[in-house]
Nanobody
Framework: QVQLVESGGGLVQAGGSLRLSCAAS????????MGWFRQAPGKEREFVAA????????YYADSVKGRFTISRLNAKNTVYLEMNNLKPEDTAVYYC??????????????????WGQGTLVTVSS
């Protein structure tokens, strides 16, 4: 089973950009589909983006479509979330998650068992 560590969060002004990274341990990274989720204060965790095991398929929440891009580099055991044109409502703790099935990442976050510790993104207006 992989272990995940996110990085790249921080404080940015509205309209700015950030790139989050999620580094996975182990040599089986390509066996996992990956997803990004976020949780704002007082709100439920929500899906942001997902990517298939070899990057051929990507999926996005409507709220981030056209602004965020998920990608992965299996040679570096890392998945990325490029975030552009950030808005104050993007403020949240961002988590990456892994699962052997892309469908499970898309279905419901409650069924996922592999998570990173999260990285905080704050967007000021």
């Amino acid at each position: 089973q992989v272990q995940l560590v996110e990085s790249g969060g921080g404080l940015v002004q509205a309209g700015g950009s950030l790139r989050l990274s999620c580094a996975a341990s182990g040599r089986t990274f390509s066996r996992y589909a990956m997803g990004w989720f976020r949780q704002a204060p007082g709100k439920e965790r929500e899906f942001v983006a997902a990517i298939s095991k070899f990057g051929g398929n990507t999926y996005y929440a409507d709220s981030v479509k056209g602004r965020f891009t998920i990608s992965r580099l299996n040679a570096k055991n890392t998945v990325y979330l490029e975030m552009n044109n950030l808005k104050p409502e993007d403020t949240a703790v961002y988590y990456c998650a892994a699962d052997g099935q892309l469908g499970e990442i898309l279905r419901n976050y409650r069924y996922l068992g592999i998570w990173g510790q999260g990285t905080l993104v704050t967007v000021s207006s």
